[in-house]
């Protein structure tokens, strides 16, 4: 299917409108649900699962697919300017894991310009870097965008502007954020799929803390971390509102995330256009259960949805790819997170 | 004395100057003390523009606050860690005598906050943190780099606070590696002990000369001389130029680090105020902090 098969007319409804319903019909037919249960369960979010072995996968092709089935259009995107925020919370030489592969900060930046997109920049404000240019250099991400063309923004340092908190959660008070950010039309949270030693895990909302300005908010961001990291992290998405959200999982990292964990050869890519769903749907990957993650169950109903009936999984399942991620029992955030077999 | 490529690169600096004397962050930005700061210092260390470098000074002496500090933004005054910048920035001219007073003032009744470790603490983190340092946000933490700024700040005053600098050595060397090096400022995460990076590195090995014995920091100034820390980027080139000046350790290759990392811009596009001064600095200096604070030694 392509981005203008998501939008033909099937007897008067749309593909999506019409998949929406049959699922709704389905759950109706399993549980015997009333009419107004069956507005409540139909979907809310689509999440694309796509399998991919290793970096040398058409990575782009797996991007440009998985917005397809997104419904995202050309015109949606057309001389839209998109700020790609890769996880780069602090590159280790040999300890790639750590980071989004430049390949796919390369991908998702030819899949948007494939779109139609005016400009494609990368802005990252990494956690534990002053020095943003080092953290490109080690990351392997200076050689891709150099050979690409695209610009880079260090998104602790620049300019900033502040914006009333739409979350409401921590005691943060208004944010202040990147005005490179907030120059951007579209903001795509592109994250890794990791286990986390403060959060559980870190996903496409975590991701954002990187976008948090270290001038404003110190480094390693501790203002976030008095404030309570969950509660920030609701705070940031409500008032950032990324449009896409889409997770590296081809290599991710279990235990001691989201730097000195291991390896996790998961294989996956996980997009949409939610980023509480893409994460739910990530978790359900990675074997953890996310109504168990706080921070997720808090986004539940507000800022999205983590509910599998109210997800509808384009591409392959969940439980097709899952491959469960080592959780720690002396990390309390952690602890007692596995979903169900 | 700065060179044909060095004045590029401080044209460039020049070009960012407002007429008011403060400094854009970035090219086509607004100003901010972090940049107006640096800047001044870069400048002052290189003989050059001194008209600016005194209309940087008076911009500084403007935006601190009463109590002394010198925030980020004027909305956002618990982000004070532009005061000791300011404060360096300042220094060399005895006119901003009073400015320094109150700055160094600030700065030591603010310390980052510091309690005695729990035991549930002690099986999650592995610093000391009753120790007290300087923070990057008024009523967080102390980290590595704002603890090492006031340290060279209040260092270089007529009267420096002995206690409050050995205290934040102290901390300095309780948050050293074991394999040597720093990174911001934690040791040890659950079981795992973290990595050092260049930048912090020579933040505190610049902090420490003459409040450390050489012995104890010597795997540090190993790693930062070492190949993993040459890397030519701006603050990793230019901290390991400080950080290794302070020991009478730099030499032509770090100014030559600095100059590529400088070169580099053709590759990232122009660096923002405070990382393009700060590298122009150490470039210009040869590593040799002091002389951003008109000192020779």
Redesign the interface.
Known sequence: MNASDAEKPARGLTRRQAVKLAAAVGLAAAGGLTATSLWREQPEAEVFIAKAAGYDADLAGVVRRGLAELGVTPAEIAGKQVLVKPNLV?P??GAGHINVHPRMVRAVAEAFLALGAGAVVVGEGAG????A??V???SGL?EVL?EDRL??Y?LN????A?RPNAGGWSKLGDL?LP?RLLAADIVVSLAKMKTH?WAGVTLAMKNLFGVMP???????K??LH?AGIEPSILDINATVRPQFAIIDGIVGMDG?GP??GDPVASGVVVLGRSAVAVDATACRVMGIDPAKVGYLQTADGRLGTIRAARIEQRGESPAAVRRDFAL?D??PAQRDLRLAP | MTGTVLQTHYDALISRAAPDGSFA??EG??S?P?ATAWAAMALFAANQAPELVAAARAVLAAAQSPDGRVA??P??P??A?PTALALLAWLPDPARAENVSRAAAWLMAHPGSHWPKNAEEQ?VIGHDTSLRGW???D???S?V?PTALAMLALGALAAPPAEALAEAARLLMNRQLPDGGW??G?TR????T??P????TGHALAALAGRAVIGDVAPSLAYLQGP?CA?A????AAWRAFGLGAWGLAGQDEEALCRA?LE?QS???P??T??LAQCLAAAASRGRFAALLGGHS
């Not at chain 1, 270290?214 to 390693?220: E, H, L, S």
């Not at chain 2, 995460?189 to 795992?192: A, G, P, S, T």
């Not at chain 2, 990076?197 to 912090?200: D, G, L, N, R």
């Open positions: 602090e280790h030489a534990h870097r002053r020095d240019y080092l490109l250099e080690e200076a150099a610009a880079f260090d340092n620049g300019p900033v502040r202040w005005g030693h270290g001038v404003v908010y110190g480094w390693p501790n203002v008095f001691d730097i000195m720690l002396y990390v | 962050v970035a930005a607004g901010r972090d980020l933004l909305e956002r618990e982000a860690w099986a923070n990057w946000i009523g967080t933490h980290w780099e990174n911001y934690n995460v659950f079981k795992n973290l990595l990076v260049p930048e912090s993993r890397v980027t701006p603050l990793a990392a580099r590759r990232y596009g660096y923002d405070p990382q």
